[in-house]
């Protein structure tokens, strides 16, 4: 039997930097669905197509081959044969794949890779529709959030650590404005599960916040 811990949770919650570190101790796979979203994302940058052209996004996702592997240093994604794992990390990308995930089509495309992770491995995994979508059955849900002003503060420590000179207010308008748009879209939005523990990292640093997951995956499942 494979067990699954599911975590979703709104931007600049820490999800990933997080699930990472959980996975590791608890000696399951990480699987950054995120990542997967914003492959796509990059693939329909590079060819210059928007958002709006459904018709020529789903041409474009025959072409499009999305992959992952795991590395000693954590999860590495392949864009038609190229690791693209660094490439997929900036704003325009992630602003375009908060867009490209709630169509359908790309949905779909993405569905069955994250399924078959979990079929074959514990997995941990995390996004916006996990424990609604993607792995209802997953024996433990856990929905992470911070308050957005939190949240901000965070990515802002991101931006400044890659040598990026930006302010404040701007990223944190550009959480609200990431909030507004994965909440509100129609299909598959960022809500938490019924049957999630919700767990609120604002006050909590990282490793209280990676003890505080491993105490609620351990009073779930076997470790």
Do not use: W
Request: aromatic share 6%; hydrophobic share 45%; glycine share 4%.
């Amino acid at each position: 039997m494979k067990y699954a811990v599911a975590i979703d949770g709104p931007a600049g919650a820490g999800k990933s930097s997080v699930a990472k570190e959980v996975s590791k101790r608890i000696g399951f796979i990480y699987v950054d669905t995120g990542a997967l979203y914003r492959t796509v994302a990059l693939y329909l940058l590079n060819n210059n197509i928007e958002a709006s052209e459904t018709e020529k996004i789903a041409e474009a996702l025959k072409h499009i081959e999305v992959s992952m592997e795991h590395k000693e240093d954590g999860q590495h994604v392949f864009l038609c044969g190229e690791d693209v794992s660094h490439l997929i990390r900036t704003e325009p990308v992630s602003m375009m794949a908060s867009t490209t995930s709630a169509l359908p089509i790309v949905r779909s495309f993405l569905f069955d890779l994250q399924v078959e992770m979990a079929n074959k491995y514990n997995v941990l995994m995390d996004g916006r529709d996990i424990g609604t979508v993607v792995l209802p059955n997953a024996q433990v849900k856990i929905f992470l959030t911070a308050s957005a002003e939190e949240r901000a503060k965070r990515r802002l420590l991101e931006y400044q650590a890659k040598g990026q000179d930006v302010s404040f207010d701007f990223v944190l308008q550009e959480i609200i404005k990431r909030d507004n748009q994965d909440m509100n879209r129609a299909t598959a939005p960022l809500k938490k599960a019924d049957d999630a523990v919700l767990l609120d990292t604002t006050a909590l640093d990282f490793n209280e916040v990676c003890d505080k997951m491993i105490e609620i995956v351990s009073s779930k499942i076997p470790l």
